[in-house]
């Protein structure tokens, strides 16, 4: 599986932002999609994850209720709408796929798409 981000930029606080991430296939009978982010000088850390067939979605504590992850099925793509964004979410922002039903650890997902920066001013 193939997996291509997009969708970072620059924003001011309180703004939003829509990342995508196109995957180049869906043949997996489980499939979920995560979203997880690496700001600077720290650990990658999970942002969000949906189940692909069933829409089961599960989100950080430092975004729920900001954050929305969702998919299109027609697009092979995920995307996670962020709004009331923080300087604390600036972040390279990277897809992942796994076989699994839903997953939270990064370590479970074994394709990785190659980040998209965002970047939240004060």
């Known amino acids: 599986v193939q997996l291509q981000a997009s969708g970072g930029g620059l924003v001011q606080a309180g703004g939003s932002l829509r990342l995508s991430c196109a995957a180049s296939?869906?043949?997996?009978?489980?499939?979920?999609m995560g979203w997880f982010r690496q700001a600077p000088g720290k650990e990658r850390e999970f942002v969000a994850t949906?189940?692909?067939?069933?829409?089961?979605?599960y989100y950080a504590d430092s975004v729920r209720g900001r954050f929305t992850i969702s998919r299109d099925n027609a697009k092979n793509t995920v995307y996670l709408q962020m709004i009331s964004l923080k300087p604390e979410d600036t972040a390279v922002y990277y897809c992942?796929?796994?076989?699994?039903?839903?997953?939270?650890?990064?370590?479970?997902?074994?394709?990785w798409g190659q980040g998209t920066l965002v970047t939240v001013s004060s």
């Open positions: 992942a796929a796994t076989n699994r039903w839903i997953a939270t650890i990064q370590d479970l997902y074994p394709y």
């Open positions: 296939e869906r043949t997996f009978s489980n499939l979920a």
């Open positions: 949906i189940n692909w067939s069933y829409g089961s979605a």
